[in-house]
Structures are given as structure tokens and as C-alpha cells.
């Protein structure tokens, strides 16, 4: 009799673990399905980009060396276009970006959290000192210059994070693209550069 009073206990024992976990494992997919439904239901927007201006100080290319010095200031907006959803943008870098070319360092925007509807707005300067370029990227810069029009691409890399009440995500890459117009007149600047001339707002492609 106490060997079956033994195996009772442990058969109850085992069966009360298991009816635990049991509860514990549903508890889990009830909480992950919860936040399944509410990210369908607010399911986040992509962030809208807008580069507004870019001035060009310098750009200046040695023929002779295929080396590239420029200093470009662009004016970017993002506008987070969600009702109920905020983001956090913890890395953002900014870039200029010519026939797939990096010609500009990378610069650094403020990170920081943007509210439902909020709109951020940066200028930052974008510069670069003796970068070597290949061969077809001089003759693709005399060919714009002869032509009078130039497209820069600003590019944005990053990473973000998406807030739901009290719940924030986990990180999510972001790449933007932003086409900058810009119109090349016959006359030159102090250092010899052409003169740019920006042409129109232009919404930005983003990827998340």
C-alpha cells in the first residue's frame, strides 16, 4: 500500500506540472496573439521623406586625378503619417550618392522619438575631400555639365523602432532615397565649380 500511495503522489504531482504549463503556454499565445491582432489592426506606415532644398557650394573634380571635392547642404522632412503608432529612430545617416557612387561622407542626423503625425526637418551638410572616382563618373559629370542637369541621389540609412502604447518593437532597417534635381548654369563660382541650381521638392522612396 504506501508503494501505490507513492505512485499516486507522483502521478498527481506530474499531472498538476503538466496542467501548469499547460496554463502557462496558453497564458504565452494568448498575450502573443493580442499583439498580433492590435499590429494588424495599427498596422504602422512607412514614414513619408521629402528632400525640400540642396545648395551646392562645391564641386569640384581634377580631371587630371579623378579626385572629387564637394559640400552640399540638403534640407530633408519626415513626416511619421500614423494615427496611433510613433517611431523611434535610433541611427540615421546621411549621404550623397552619384551614378551608384558614394561621393559624401556619411553624416549623422538627430535620433530621437516622433509622435503621431509629427514632423522632423534636418539640414544637414553633406562633404567630401579628394575622393577618387572612377573613370566613368568624369565623364558622366562632363556630360551632365554639357547638358546643364544633374540628378544626386541623398540617401538615408538607418534603423527605427515602432511604438504602440506602451509596447515598442524591435528594430527594423530603414533605407531611404531621395532624387535631387539640380540645373547646372554656364557661369562658375569663386573656386571654380559650377553653379547649381535646385529644381523641386521631391518626395522620397522608403524602405523599411
Known amino acids: 500500500m504506501p508503494k501505490d500511495c507513492g505512485n499516486h503522489k507522483s502521478y498527481y504531482r506530474h499531472k498538476l506540472y503538466g496542467r ?6 496558453s497564458l504565452i499565445i494568448l498575450v502573443l496573439f493580442i499583439i498580433l491582432v492590435i499590429w494588424l489592426v495599427l498596422r504602422p506606415t512607412k514614414p513619408k521623406f521629402l528632400i525640400q532644398d540642396t545648395s551646392v557650394y562645391q564641386f569640384s573634380l581634377s580631371s587630371n586625378t579623378n579626385l572629387l571635392s564637394s559640400n552640399l547642404q540638403v534640407t530633408i522632412s519626415s513626416r511619421n503619417p500614423n494615427d496611433r503608432i510613433g517611431i523611434y529612430y535610433d541611427r540615421l545617416d546621411v549621404f550623397a550618392e552619384y551614378k551608384n557612387q558614394q561621393i559624401t561622407a556619411a553624416t549623422e542626423l538627430p535620433t530621437g522619438y516622433q509622435g503621431h ?5 534636418w539640414s544637414p551638410f553633406l562633404s567630401s575631400v579628394a575622393v577618387s572616382v ?12 554639357n547638358a546643364g542637369l544633374m540628378l544626386i541621389y541623398v540617401k538615408i540609412s538607418g534603423r527605427l523602432r515602432w511604438k504602440v502604447g506602451t509596447w515598442i518593437s524591435g528594430h527594423y532597417n530603414i533605407d531611404v532615397s531621395c532624387p535631387a534635381f539640380l540645373t547646372i548654369g554656364n557661369d562658375k563660382g569663386n573656386d571654380g565649380s559650377p ?9 522620397c522612396s522608403v524602405d523599411v
Do not use: H
Request: with cysteine; hydrophobic share 45%.
Open 117 to 121: 503625425n509629427d514632423v522632423n526637418i
Open 134 to 145: 572612377s573613370p566613368y563618373l568624369v565623364d558622366s559629370i562632363g556630360q551632365d555639365e
Open 195 to 203: 553653379v547649381f541650381r535646385f529644381q523641386q521638392m521631391s518626395p
Open 20 to 25: 501548469i504549463f499547460a496554463c502557462f503556454l
